[in-house]
């Protein structure tokens, strides 16, 4: 005998079984139409188009498409469920066609499926299950964002004053679906020692400026700040590239050095700048404070169902564009980052599958 409750079952389940399978589909779409970084209106249209026939209502700003759900209600707290859709170029190392988005076995091989194709489409078939649904505890906007790759201006940062306010996002980055609840961010510096040039036979020039920089870095290279993350671990600083001289007889006027720094959520990227001075004789100037260290309270809802789930958490080293987000957030997606921007990248069928089912059911678990 089929009870309401066992009917009820069989409902959602195949809800979920047509939503994976569009989910896939929607996937190779998107694998097949080109969407470098500043060049994604093509997929932009397919993903409006996409919710569009499935009774959302879509905006679009530039190459971003969001929306919020049907029953928006600003007295309560919004969840941001954010991925991208623009991809890097494919590597001289491919060796199939990275816009075919062919099916072999159990992997579908294309450009973007796994960073962060399968996410997005996870994400998206998650917020159409919860779009027309009443009472639900949380609101929820959905951001498919241009520009990830190049952490660029006209993609999740520019949105944030555009989406109404968000108190936390989900951002879809492949991690085999545990939960990054800690991300480190990034600053790049430029070093620069200046000294006396002369000429190498002479008497020893005490402004050569490759040994007046030896002292900073040094310092550089060994330095421990000592606030050490749970999640993430030390600050780690890497002197990456150095340059000086163009001739073995001269002594050069300047030596430059980059730095190369991971800064965890202990620290600001301002706090940082402001320690690496305190501590050099030399100027080091970040490029950039933009790119900053992002977390979640271990105890927020989203983890404790992600942890339900059997997930489990972790602290990231890789970027994405949490490092622009203003809010707590957490990085959850189906796929591996060690494919991402390989050669003839690939996501399973089956991740895709289980992203979708997952989404679902880790939102279920707090709404």
């Not at 994604?40 to 397919?46: G, L, Q, R, V, W």
């Not at 402001?274 to 080091?284: G, K, L, Q, S």
Request: glycine share 6%; with cysteine; charged share 20%.
């Amino acid at each position: 005998m089929i009870t309401l409750q066992t009917f009820g079952l069989y409902k959602l389940r195949d809800m979920i079984e047509k939503l994976q399978k569009q989910a896939l589909e929607l996937l190779q779409s998107l694998i097949q139409t080109q969407s470098f970084s500043k060049e994604e209106e093509p997929t932009a249209e397919i993903l409006a188009n996409w919710l569009t026939d499935r009774g959302v209502e879509v905006k679009r700003d530039l190459n971003n498409v969001w929306a919020t759900n049907q029953y928006f209600d600003e007295s309560k707290p919004t969840i941001l469920l954010n991925s991208h859709h623009d991809t890097v170029k494919p590597n001289q190392a491919y060796t199939r066609d990275p816009f075919e988005a062919k099916i072999e076995g159990d992997k579908l091989y294309g450009l973007g499926s796994n960073d962060a194709g399968g996410c997005l489409v996870g994400l998206m078939s998650a917020f159409v299950y919860f779009y027309p649904q009443k009472d639900l505890k949380y609101n929820f906007v959905l951001a498919a964002t241009a520009e990830e790759e190049i952490s660029g201006e006209n993609g999740i940062a520019y949105m944030q004053d555009i989406m109404p306010r968000i108190d936390v996002a989900i951002v879809g980055e492949p991690t085999l679906l545990d939960l990054a609840i800690a991300e480190k961010g990034l600053v790049v510096f430029d070093g620069k020692v200046t000294g006396t040039p002369g000429h190498a036979a002479h008497i020893p020039n005490h402004q050569n400026p490759i040994f007046k920089a030896l002292k900073d870095l040094e310092w550089i290279n060994s330095y421990k700040f000592p606030k050490v993350s749970p999640f993430l671990g030390e600050v780690k600083m890497t002197v990456s590239q150095i340059n000086a001289g163009n001739q073995h007889n001269v002594v050069p006027s300047e030596l430059t050095f980059v730095v190369d720094c991971r800064v965890t959520d202990q620290y600001t990227n301002a706090e940082i700048a402001e320690i690496i001075a305190e501590n050099t004789e030399c100027d080091v100037i970040p490029r950039s404070l933009r790119l900053n260290s992002s977390s979640i309270d271990p105890n927020h809802d989203i983890v404790k169902s992600g942890v339900a789930l059997g997930k489990k958490t972790y602290g990231s080293p890789t970027l994405s564009d949490q490092c622009r987000l203003t809010c707590q957030s957490v990085k959850i997606g189906p796929g591996d980052s060690l494919r991402s921007h390989s050669a003839d990248e690939f996501i399973y069928v089956q991740e895709v599958y289980d992203g979708v089912a997952f989404y679902v059911e880790l939102l279920k678990g707090i709404v």
